[in-house]
């Protein structure tokens, strides 16, 4: 069902100062585990070789609107948006649910070959705490245009065996 699994968390601050990670005010999240494959997660992985991403908001830097636009999105390493975080409405043990998906454009805003368009077909869920400390993603190769059925069926438990064995499987990609 899932290609890929990865497990976000905002590092808390020993760990970041250990790491020679700057405290800054835009939150952070670095993958602490990570099962399964997905090439189109490769141009997101620093030189260190870890996978991190900010949680921005789209207020003021996406130009579209409120009804069309997410609260939020991730940018990965070299700047890269790797997908906005459209929340639903419901709320379940303790979580938000929310979907996304790569960047359609063949071409970033500063001119570069978008390294994401070739993956633009798939589909994104996340699992979020509602203070943002931590988000679970996963990954369905083309799955884009049924991603918000799949998000009703994993809010409702549907995926809760396949969830907890990627869970299990996850392993770290970069020990901090």
Known sequence: ???CYIRLQQLPDKV???NKIKIGKTPRLDCIAFAGYYK???PLISKKGQLKFYLMETR???????QRRANYFLMGDKSINF??????????????????????NKVLKNGQTNPMHSYSNDGYLFIIKPDFTEIEILIIS????????YLKELANGKYNEALEMMRKQAKPIYNY
């Not at 003021?60 to 409120?66: L, M």
């Not at 997908?83 to 960047?103: D, V």
Request: hydrophobic share 35%.
């Open 60 to 66: 003021g830097i996406i130009n579209s609107n409120d």
């Open 83 to 104: 997908s906005s975080l459209f929340i639903q409405n419901f709320e379940t043990n303790n979580f938000l649910y929310g979907f996304g998906e790569p960047n359609r």
């Open 142 to 149: 083309n799955g884009r245009y049924l991603i918000q059925g």
């Open 40 to 42: 189109g997660i490769e």
């Open 1 to 3: 069902m899932f290609d």
């Open 16 to 18: 970041k100062l250990s």
